[in-house]
């Protein structure tokens, strides 16, 4: 099993900064890689970015290239998403997930391990 614990999410205006950061803990070495997914309100769970943690391959949603930037530091089990130029479109829960296997498609079935959610919410 592997746990997940999201930090960092809150309140921010249009144009602002935020870091997530999440946390895992358990049987770690058992992820191939590890992605943030986000639901806003009536909407489905749609994904944001992944990173392999072996290789650092990234992927990103169209929604938030060149402003969102996923990484990892291996040694403390941690993902990070640093998130710029940020809108209030962007507001909803953000999940931090882990897979097993590399996602194909970045759909969050792929991803085996949640975390409970950070609200972060942008102000026009």
């Known amino acids: 099993q592997v746990q997940l614990v999201e930090s960092g999410g809150g309140f921010v205006q249009a144009g602002g900064s935020m870091r997530l950061s999440c946390a895992a803990t358990?049987?770690?070495?058992?992820?191939?890689?590890m992605g943030w997914f986000r639901q806003s309100l009536g909407k489905d769970r749609e994904f944001v970015a992944d990173?392999?943690?072996?290789?650092?391959?990234?992927v990103y949603a169209d929604s938030v290239k060149g402003r969102f930037t996923i990484s990892r530091d291996n040694a403390k089990n941690t993902v990070y998403l640093q998130m710029n130029s940020l809108k209030p479109e962007d507001t909803a829960v953000y999940y931090c997930?882990?897979?097993?296997?590399?996602?194909?498609?970045?759909?969050?079935?792929?991803?085996?391990?949640w975390g409970q959610g950070t609200q972060v919410t942008v102000s026009s």
């Open positions: 997930a882990a897979a097993l296997r590399s996602p194909i498609l970045a759909r969050s079935y792929e991803f085996n391990y």
């Open positions: 358990g049987r770690t070495s058992s992820t191939s890689t």
């Open positions: 990173i392999r943690l072996s290789s650092g391959l990234t």
